[in-house]
């Protein structure tokens, strides 16, 4: 099962604002590199966002690129990304992913390179 959690999810209007949050779930877990995917009905799974937590490097899709931002809070492994001015194809399944074999490189990050994910949360940007 998964041992990261997903929450924020929801209804925005566009040029509105929301922010997700991923934190460790489950048996205690070193994570190398935190990131975000999404997935639009129809779409293939794309990154969003990805954070290397050994030095803080991140790197973002450039359709999100200077819109969603992402930082480390609460926990060492809990970590929010911050989504502002929205559009309607931002509408995405958000999952969160966590690397922990120290494989990842978040300047090319790839869905194979995570092996503990959440469930995801929905997010929907409409009037």
């Known amino acids: 099962q998964a041992q990261l959690v997903e929450s924020g999810g929801g209804l925005v209007q566009p040029g509105g604002s929301l922010r997700l949050s991923c934190a460790a779930s489950g048996f205690s877990t070193n994570y190398y590199a935190i990131a975000w995917f999404r997935q639009a009905p129809g779409k293939a799974r794309e990154e969003v966002s990805c954070l290397s937590l050994s030095d803080g490097y991140t790197h973002y899709g450039e359709s999100v690129r200077g819109r969603f931002s992402m930082s480390r809070a609460g926990a060492k492994n809990t970590v929010f990304l911050q989504m502002n001015s929205l559009k309607p194809e931002d509408t995405a399944v958000y999952y969160c992913?966590?690397?922990?074999?120290?494989?990842?490189?978040?300047?090319?990050?790839?869905?194979?390179?995570?092996?503990?994910w959440g469930q995801g949360t929905p997010v929907t940007v409409s009037t």
């Open positions: 992913a966590g690397d922990t074999q120290g494989v990842v490189l978040c300047q090319r990050p790839h869905p194979l390179d995570f092996t503990s």
